[in-house]
């Protein structure tokens, strides 16, 4: 058991800080392997696995593919709502192979993130996956940013980050030509990458294991079987029934919900406690037009405000040569909402009433209403980045794409920042882990965060 992890308990009692105890229970696991779903050929109501994960993007396809070479006489299946997997958080994200400077000293999230981009850049070179080491600037452009800047590099040391250096404007001259700064953090392990790609191999090494995939699979429903079916050859041996909205039904041992957007939602659906919601916060991209892409070499942040719960718009290389400038951080009014103007009834009133969006607002009132107007003049937002390149002008950017993060807040207004895991009541609690949250950077760290997902899961289900 991993102890810096956080955990939520369920009516059933079960103690805040660790999972209890539990056995797989008297039905043990099948004799061999369960019939595989093949190329999508079986109808989703006739299959049945050992363990099931839902959710097909980078967290949830990375724990799959760690749990089956950790366990390859199991037979696992992967659920997805949509028609392809990791097109969510996975694929509208900017990236970034993140160092692990920004985070709490001993904290699991630095050393997950540490861990996680020396792994990630491994399983790259391995698997011939294109990527670019091309570094990153922490830049303070203001006399009053460069304490908050020595602090930040100090914390960086502190996590391990490898090849960290304070250079001064001279230096930052050589490695951005255009970049105006006092003083910087050089991050050369920072890097780039497709994580789509990076996912999708991992959903290809998952099913060359014997791992199954079944896309347009949104659940609705996670039980335990009441009766043993009439006429099936697995009994009671798969007490787990999860249904979906198709009325088709995926039989299991156990379940590990990795849901991202959704993952309060998935989570509820087995009785579990609702907090903490996701609350969606939209960030909208600009794009340097391809003519002015010579303005940026590598990635240039700001020197973050603590005071603030994101890191402030930044401008971001691309694989395609392409660069991003943002994003900016501003509320979704759909949890899938990637235009300005999406919207839905449902979750607006669950962002409402539910969470503590009130709280966080008016804690951060005046940092909300900025990002608001950043977000319809762009003129704001190219005036906060000629701080950093003067030579941009609102002529040379166009409007880009946007991503939405699932941001879990507690009833107080407070960001989750941890890694929550939870589990239903009575005896489905013995039988199932949801992720309820895999914070920033969970991309750059979804192999770390695997193996500690499949430590979990052995360990739970005494496996």
């Known amino acids: 058991m991993v102890p810096a992890l956080r955990y939520l308990v369920g009516a059933c ?7 209890a105890g539990g056995s797989p229970g008297a039905c043990g696991f ?17 299959s049945s696995f050992d363990i099931v994960i839902v959710g097909g993007g980078i967290v949830g396809l990375a724990s799959a593919r760690a749990l089956i070479l950790r366990h390859p006489s199991l037979s696992i299946g992967v659920l997805e709502k949509e028609k392809d997997l990791a097109v969510h958080q996975t694929g509208h994200n900017s990236g970034v192979i993140h160092s692990g400077i920004y985070y709490k000293p001993e904290s699991l999230k630095a050393k997950l993130c540490v861990q996680g981009a020396a792994l990630l850049y491994e399983y790259c070179r391995q698997k011939g996956i294109s990527y670019k080491q091309c570094g ?11 304490p908050r800047l020595q602090a930040l590099y100090e914390k960086g040391l502190q996590n391990g980050v490898p090849g960290l250096r304070l250079i001064q404007q001279e230096d930052i001259k050589k490695k951005e030509p255009y970049c105006r700064g006092l003083m910087a953090i050089d991050c050369p392990h920072t ?31 996670i039980e335990m079987a009441k009766e043993s079916p009439s006429r099936s050859i697995d009994g009671m041996q798969y007490p787990i029934v999860i249904k979906n909205t198709k009325g088709e039904e995926i039989r299991c041992q156990y379940v590990v919900t990795c849901a991202g957007l959704y993952s309060d939602r998935i989570s509820e659906l087995s009785g579990c406690t609702p907090d903490p919601r996701i609350v969606p916060f939209r960030g909208d991209y600009l794009l340097l037009k391809p003519e002015k892409c010579y303005l940026v070499k590598g990635n ?18 691309r694989m395609d040569g392409s660069i991003w400038l943002g994003p900016n951080a501003v509320l979704a009014f759909k949890r899938e909402g990637y235009r300005p103007f999406d919207f839905s009834a449902t979750d607006v009133m669950d962002i409402i009433i539910n969470s503590g969006l009130i709280k966080l607002a008016s804690q951060n009132f005046s940092y909300g209403v900025t990002e608001m107007y950043k977000a319809c003049f762009l003129g704001a937002t190219v005036k906060y ?48 882990l949801h992720v309820r949250n895999a914070p920033s950077p969970a991309a750059t760290s979804s192999i770390a965060i695997s193996g500690m997902i499949a430590d979990e899961v052995q360990q739970r289900f005494e496996l």
């Open 136 to 146: 990153k600037l922490i830049v303070a452009v203001e006399q009053e940013e460069i």
């Open 30 to 46: 099948a004799s061999g392997r369960p019939r595989p779903l093949c190329g999508g050929s079986r109808s989703a109501s006739t």
């Open 13 to 19: 009692g079960r103690a805040r800080g660790r999972f």
């Open 300 to 317: 240039i942040y700001p020197v973050p405000d603590s005071r603030f719960p994101f890191l402030g718009v930044h401008f971001t290389p």
């Open 385 to 432: 980045l000629q701080k950093f390149i003067p030579e941009i002008t609102i002529s040379d950017i166009l409007r880009g794409p946007a991503g939405v993060r699932a941001q879990a807040l507690d009833r107080d207004g407070n960001l989750v920042e941890d890694f929550v895991f939870d589990a239903g009541v009575g005896d489905i609690g013995n039988r199932i």
């Open 191 to 221: 890097g780039i990458v497709d994580y789509r790609q990076v996912a999708l191999s991992f959903a290809q090494d998952f099913q060359e294991a014997g791992g199954s995939v079944l896309t347009n699979f949104e659940v609705k429903g």
